[in-house]
């Protein structure tokens, strides 16, 4: 069964510094995908790694995908406000004909002025 | 419309009950997902349908619950007997791109059990 586990599952940082949230997976998967929730919304996607060693980026978040260590990193850089929301990373989990991901529990980022 | 829809967009009902959520997904899009979300959980599994026929119905988490796809677009997820437990934000997702597997997530039906 696959299993996925983020930390830190609650992250407060002050605006202008920077943090990685991590996640890790059980089971070997190529694919990999970052979520954002705001409070009461649904889930926006953010970032699709299709293979190892993909990395992408996107405003002041980065996102990167080790699959032989069964890691994922999701970088934050000079951290504003506006980023105070959940973050869910999701793996791919394709067997005998069926495709789903398995998500994370989110990691809550609250950024303080 | 552009993206997924899904109504009621909150339900609340007594135990017991017999609860209907749908799901309208993306225009072309083969693939429909139920996904279940608890408070402070990440979104959980529950069916798969590539087309109209269940692909994967493996996350259901009892035989109360049950979902259809007639026609290969607009879903129902079926919940009888409701039950305080079952409480929690329904999410339905849609796909197009097997190249990529990207889910693309209405805003959900918050159920509730009273």
């Known amino acids: 069964e696959l299993k996925v586990e983020q930390n830190p599952l609650f992250l407060s940082m002050q605006e202008g510094k920077n943090y990685t949230i991590y996640c890790n997976y059980s089971?070997?998967?190529?694919?990999l995908y970052w979520y954002r929730q705001d409070p009461g919304k649904s889930l926006e996607s953010l970032f699709v790694?299709?293979?190892?060693?993909a990395v992408k980026q996107e405003g002041r978040l980065m996102a990167s995908l080790d699959t032989k260590a069964r890691l994922s990193t999701l970088h934050i850089t000079a951290a504003v406000h506006d980023l105070s929301a959940t973050y869910f990373c999701?793996?791919?989990?394709?067997?005998?004909?069926?495709?789903?991901?398995?998500f994370g529990k989110g990691t809550k980022l609250t950024v303080n002025p | 419309g552009a993206g997924v829809s899904q109504t009621p967009s909150n339900k609340v009902t007594e135990k017991g009950k017999y609860v209907e959520l749908r799901c309208d997904p993306i225009?072309?899009?083969?693939?429909l997902y139920w996904y279940r979300q608890s408070l402070g959980q990440g979104p959980e599994f529950l069916i798969y349908?590539?087309?109209?026929?269940?692909?994967?119905d493996s996350g259901l988490p009892n035989d109360r619950f049950f979902a259809v796809r007639p026609e290969g677009s607009v879903s129902t997820l079926k919940i009888q007997r409701t039950e305080r437990g079952d409480s929690a934000v329904y999410l339905c997702?849609?796909?197009?791109?097997?190249?990529?597997?990207?889910?693309?997530f209405g805003e959900g039906s918050r159920l509730t059990v009273l």
């Open positions: 225009s072309g899009h083969t693939a």
């Open positions: 999701a793996v791919d989990h394709t067997q005998g004909g069926s495709e789903k991901l398995v």
């Open positions: 349908f590539q087309g109209t026929g269940a692909a994967d």
């Open positions: 089971t070997t998967s190529d694919r």
């Open positions: 790694l299709l293979s190892n060693g």
């Open positions: 997702a849609s796909s197009h791109n097997p190249d990529t597997g990207e889910l693309f």
